[in-house]
């Protein structure tokens, strides 16, 4: 069973960065996409970024596009999101999972996917 720990939340400033990980426990990780889902207080998680299992193509809510970037490093076996000009609304927990099917592009869907992290923090002060 893979296992997914998120980290590198943290409290920032409305206009700063920050940068997540996600580092999954087993090597066949790599033949998976990934995503990184969100969830604030009272509302629904929502799709964040999706990165295909290759890297090759990648998936970003309207609402993160231009801000943030999503990466992958199969060597290390880790996923990355890089957070810029972070608003008061990108405040939330921020999940990373890996698809149910291998040599996948990526869903914006979360009942796409299989695993799941146990979630980082992040909260963007005004």
């Known amino acids: 069973q893979v296992q997914l720990v998120e980290s590198g939340g943290g409290l920032v400033q409305a206009g700063g960065s920050l940068r997540l990980s996600c580092a999954a426990s087993e090597r066949t990780w790599i033949s998976y996409a990934m995503g990184w889902f969100r969830q604030a207080p009272g509302k629904e998680r929502e799709f964040v970024a999706a990165i295909s299992w290759s890297g090759e193509s990648t998936l970003y809510a309207d609402s993160v596009k231009d801000r943030f970037t999503i990466s992958r490093d199969n060597a290390k076996n880790t996923v990355f999101l890089q957070m810029s000009s972070l608003k008061p609304e990108d405040t939330a927990v921020y999940y990373c999972?890996?698809?149910?099917?291998?040599?996948?592009?990526?869903?914006?869907?979360?009942?796409?996917?299989?695993?799941w992290g146990q979630g980082t923090q992040v909260t963007v002060s005004s």
């Open positions: 999972a890996s698809e149910r099917s291998r040599y996948g592009m990526g869903s914006t869907l979360d009942y796409g996917y299989h695993y």
